[in-house]
């Protein structure tokens, strides 16, 4: 390699295409990297400014990708790859001048492989595990699945998009909350990716499609619990994506029974684990 050139080669939007074609051969384990691009490239097109950018190790994308993108405060690397073989990432991880490594980060929805190879280059670029990542199984609902044709709301139920007025709520509810995940959820209600069910006018349950395409923080508030409204907007989204020609899929963290059985009960199906990221420098406070 040229010494002057780095290993994480920029790869323009108008080839994206073929770096999906690639995880389409590994289909579903590279899922969450066939959407980040398709969602991405969409939101490019409807003029929604995101800061994700997208790389492959020596601009091969056989090689796989590594897209980095800020969230707000959250830095987030997105690290895929269609083959068994993580060399040339880890490799590029390596040599790259491109990621601070002064900075934490957030890798999200690692499949087992691509977690080896991180931790095979923790050393070398003197980065540690910040804590260990809680497996979640990945469910998908694929897209050529009938639509639910059982959906019937009551009189005083709606369903509807979120708006800004729903994200205190929203953000107060979240497991992941942090300084700034306000931030992350005015992107998804802005790009029109947070739905929510309402009774009376007042929210009762909501869900998100993130901006890598997968389900995310479904929560019904306490006092509308036990009234089937979580299974009933799931299938309400889940109509909407198949419609839209996608695959519905999600991540559900080991022992989240209700959760999995939900998912199950819609006719999710049960494929690979994931082990989230979360990295930092070796001098940080851990």
């Known amino acids: 390699m040229d010494g002057l050139a780095d290993p994480l080669v920029r790869i323009p939007v108008q080839k994206w295409s073929e770096i999906q074609d690639q995880f389409l051969q590994d289909w579903p384990r590279s899922i969450a990297g066939y959407y980040a691009l398709k969602i991405q490239r969409e939101w490019l097109q409807r003029g929604l400014k995101h800061d994700f950018h997208v790389y492959c190790p020596y ?9 980095i993108q800020s969230k707000g405060p959250v830095r987030e690397l997105i690290i895929q790859c269609p083959s068994d073989d993580t060399t040339n990432i880890e490799e590029a991880l390596r040599d790259t001048k491109l990621i601070d490594w002064s900075k934490s980060y957030t890798i999200p929805a690692p499949p087992i492989h691509i977690t ?3 931790n095979a280059v923790l050393k ?4 540690v595990i910040r804590r260990p990542g809680t497996p979640h199984y990945m ?3 694929t897209k050529d699945t009938p639509i639910f044709e059982d959906i019937r709301l009551p009189k005083d139920v709606t369903i509807e998009l979120l708006t800004e007025e729903h994200i205190d709520i929203v953000d107060s509810t979240w497991v992941n909350k942090h300084k700034g995940s306000d931030w992350f959820f005015q992107l998804l209600v ?26 995310t ?31 519905v899929y999600c991540f559900v963290m080991e022992g989240n029974d209700s959760a999995i059985n939900l998912y199950y009960k819609l006719g999710f199906k ?5 082990l989230w990221g979360f990295i930092a420098p070796e001098s940080s406070k851990l």
């Open 59 to 67: 601009g091969d994308i056989r090689n796989g990708m590594v897209a």
């Open 116 to 118: 080896r190879a991180i």
């Open 124 to 127: 070398d670029i003197n980065m």
């Open 139 to 141: 469910f998908l609902l």
């Open 190 to 215: 802005k790009a029109q990716y947070g739905f929510g069910l309402f009774q009376d006018r007042q929210l009762a349950c909501f869900v998100f499609i993130n901006e890598v395409g997968f389900l």
């Open 217 to 247: 923080h479904l929560f019904t508030l306490e006092k509308f619990r036990k009234k089937g409204y979580a299974d009933l907007l799931l299938k309400y989204v889940c109509n909407k994506q198949i419609k839209d020609n996608k695959d």
């Open 270 to 274: 049960k494929y690979h684990c994931v």
